[in-house]
């Protein structure tokens, strides 16, 4: 999802109504306690809430940034009708409102849901070990294993343009045009440098979508680790969560934005400009993902894997310098040339990526060489 630093505008929601009010409009029992402020996301509203029937997750869309939430509330009612009765990841449950939509409209126009709170679920900051690593690969590959038989025409576009990465090139290049010869300075150009040596990675997923190679799946959308709950004592992935990116896409999208997330583990603020792609990381998530779709994504799906993985921390990174561009509209900074400083950050694990670039593409061929028993459970 848009959502925290990665792909959320600086956007806030406003002022919280009564939110007492709110989950009275719920069917799930009375209030009891307080309602408190849950996770770190910027985009919609969340809290803890507990009523004498357990106790849920109660969020407000943020309609700014995703302008039609009926569509999203219709995308995971799907979902979980699909996903209902099979085993390997959790949808949380909606709770239905007491008109009976499993949403909540109010008078001032803004839309509410209300979801379980799935027990002894934890985020982890960053990945320690390597069964962590595992449980990432799985859980991703696990969702694409649930859903590769979900036909993504029944799901609505919730982000139109997002993960389009060559309207992000052309969108940079008309920057550039606007500014003029010579503008920008030495930290900028050399990113502009950078971008102009790859300009034909921009277009690689849509090249072999256009011809054929590869086809839209049901996406994630956003498989950072913020957005993988884990069980607090036994460490296996329970689920993912932030399903409002949910929608028809490239599945090369979700797991390269998974492992430019859980590899880099100095993150997108990283002091210095100097970081590496782990490849032990990347090689457990790599092969757990592999054990839940080497038998249905096809060879072509696979031939682009490398790509997708070098691809989309340089969509980031031009993200974050169009952003420092025209001004820091988009994404929420602290201080003028964070996103500047974020872009090289993407860069400089693009580069990484392709120094080691040998190295991964045999985890990819090690990973997808093989029949997994796993994949027989449905």
Known sequence: MPAQTTAGPDQAPGSVPDLHGIVAGFAAGALVGPVVPLGKGLINDTFAVTTTAGRYVLQRVNQRVFPQPERIMANLAVLAAHTAGRDGLRVPALVAARDGRPFLRTAAGDLWRLMELIPDAVNLERL??????????????????????????????????????????????????AAGPGAGDAAECACMAFIDDRGALAPVLEDALAAGRIGLRVIHGDPKLDNILFHAVNGQALALIDLDTVQPGLIQHDLGDCLRSCCNRQGE??????????????????SAYAAQTRDFLTGGEVAVLYDSIRLMPFELGLRFLNDHLEGDRYFRVAYRGQ????????????????????????????????????????
């Open 128 to 177: 320690t070990t390597a069964a962590q690593a595992h449980q990432v690969g799985r859980a991703l590959g696990r969702f694409h294993r649930l859903t590769r038989d979900l036909d993504p025409r029944r799901l609505g576009l919730t982000l139109p343009g997002f993960h389009r990465t060559p309207d992000y090139l052309a969108r940079h290049l008309a920057l550039r045009a």
């Open 269 to 286: 603020s990283a002091q210095g400009v100097t970081v590496r792609f782990d490849l032990a990381l990347c090689e457990q998530i790599l």
């Open 339 to 378: 996103n500047l400083h974020k872009a090289r950050v993407q860069f400089a694990l693009v580069a990484d990526i392709e120094a080691q670039g040998s190295a991964i593409r045999a985890l990819i061929a090690r990973a997808y060489g093989g029949a997994d028993p796993d994949t027989t459970r449905q």
